[in-house]
């Protein structure tokens, strides 16, 4: 168990923070995750940071409340993945609940709790059927509690539907909450229906009103198509702790993707200026964004969300290439390199779209050296059947069987079986 909140170090380091959220919030998704599981992608997500984990890595393990399954599951990432991550549990704003939260992280290295504490008018009624005011102000003595209690743990606290919320009341309990011990205090939009301009106001206007102690998280949402960009305005207004969660997985429409925001903030130095500001060092140890696609894989298929052709960065389209243009001068026509920054090799597929030079880097691929007649005929073949299946790519098993049978039916006879055209 560590004394420094590496979390509060880090932002106010300027370094950025993720403030991982698939295992809990992405459960509102329709999904779950075994304890072993949650332990591997602990690790494996630590390890993207090398030593450094957890100072860039909140793990939120889970909602022990729930059920003892969840908290078992909660209490072996802290122990088992200890060193990897920054663990943390999330409980209601209730004595018991703090109380059982604490003892699922209790003696892990920078064990953390966030508490959630009703902000608006509307959320406070439904949660707790009391006004705002006087459910800030449960949630402070609350976090006073739990700090005395806390032996060693971060208290975090999660102040839910802020941007409904009086900005001012926001501010001012983020101020008391932070001078009574809280560690960060999360921001959260609930129903993600921010515009950027307003989630950037929305961060800027709480830090100016609550000083320059509380570190402020951004907790967005996605139902509008815009938690990246909302997140991103958070943090070009200072913020430096990212709530986020793998392949978007989260309550509804789901909130930022880890991977898409990792990766658009560590892969090119003049992007991270542009939303952290010039002279940024946002990591203290470089991510290794080789990782993202294997962790992305690995997610996939313990939750069944899929990784479909248009998925940012970690999708089946990724170093994908089945036109004539882009497959002469790649460069040109991607964004970046998938090989060099996510060790993605690039792969030609075979559609309706192909050109010559595509079918004769397939068929070489799959063992045939393609003359022009060749070339024409092998490309008909892949066009015609594209259309007959009503869909686009042709699988190379198939196109392996035709060339067979085109080889052969261009074998002059008495060749050996092995010739190739």
């Known amino acids: 168990m560590s004394g420094i909140d590496v979390v509060r170090e880090s932002a106010r380091a300027g370094r950025v923070v993720l403030f991982e959220e698939s295992p809990r919030d992405g459960a509102q998704a329709k999904t779950l995750m075994s304890a072993e599981f949650r332990v591997r992608l602990a690790r494996a997500q630590g390890a993207v940071f090398?030593?450094?984990?957890?100072?860039?890595?909140?793990?939120?393990?889970g909602f022990p409340s729930v059920c003892a399954q969840e908290y078992e599951a909660t209490r072996r990432v802290a122990l088992e993945a200890e060193g990897s991550v920054s663990p943390a549990a999330v409980c209601r704003g209730t004595e018991q609940d703090v109380r059982l939260a604490l003892s699922a992280v209790q003696g892990a290295a920078h064990a953390r709790v966030m508490v959630i504490v009703a902000a608006s008018e509307a959320t406070a009624r439904a949660l707790v059927h009391r006004g705002a005011r006087e459910a800030l102000a449960d949630g402070l003595d609350l976090v006073k509690s739990a700090v005395d209690r806390a032996d060693g743990v971060a208290v975090d606290v999660c102040l839910v539907d802020a941007p409904r919320a009086d900005p001012g009341l926001v501010a001012e309990y983020a101020g008391s909450m932070t001078a009574a011990g809280a560690g960060t205090v999360v921001l959260a939009d609930t129903v993600g229906d921010l515009l950027p301009g307003q989630a950037r106001a929305l961060f800027a206007r709480v830090a100016a009103g609550a000083g320059p102690d509380p570190v402020?998280?951004?907790?967005?949402?996605?139902?509008?198509g815009l938690g990246l960009a909302n997140t991103?305005?958070?943090l070009e207004s200072g913020v430096r702790v990212a709530a986020c969660s793998w392949l978007g997985m989260a309550e509804r429409s789901g909130m930022v993707a880890t991977e898409q925001l990792l990766f658009l903030l560590a892969h090119d130095p003049a992007k991270a200026e542009a939303v952290l500001g010039a002279g940024c060092r946002p990591w203290w140890s470089e991510p290794d964004l080789t990782r993202l696609p294997g962790i992305a894989r690995m997610v996939s298929a313990e939750t069944g969300v899929p990784l479909t052709v248009t998925t940012p960065i970690v999708g089946t389209g990724v170093g994908t290439i089945s036109t004539g243009t882009p497959f002469t001068h790649p460069a040109t026509f991607q964004p970046y390199d998938p090989e060099h920054l996510l060790g993605?090799?690039?792969?030609?597929?075979?559609?309706?779209?192909?050109?010559g030079r595509v079918v004769r880097a397939v068929a070489e691929r799959l063992g045939h050296r393609l003359d022009r007649e060749a070339t024409a005929a092998a490309l008909a073949w892949v066009k015609d059947r594209a259309y007959r299946d009503n869909r686009a790519v042709v699988p190379d098993a198939d196109f392996a069987a035709y060339l067979d049978g085109l080889t052969a039916a261009r074998r002059p006879t008495g060749a050996t079986p092995d010739a190739r055209s």
């Open 232 to 234: 991103l305005a958070a």
């Open 50 to 61: 090398g030593a450094d984990g957890p100072r860039h890595v909140v793990f939120a393990a």
């Open 216 to 224: 402020l998280v951004s907790h967005l949402h996605n139902d509008l």
């Open 344 to 355: 993605v090799r690039p792969t030609v597929v075979l559609t309706q779209l192909a050109s």
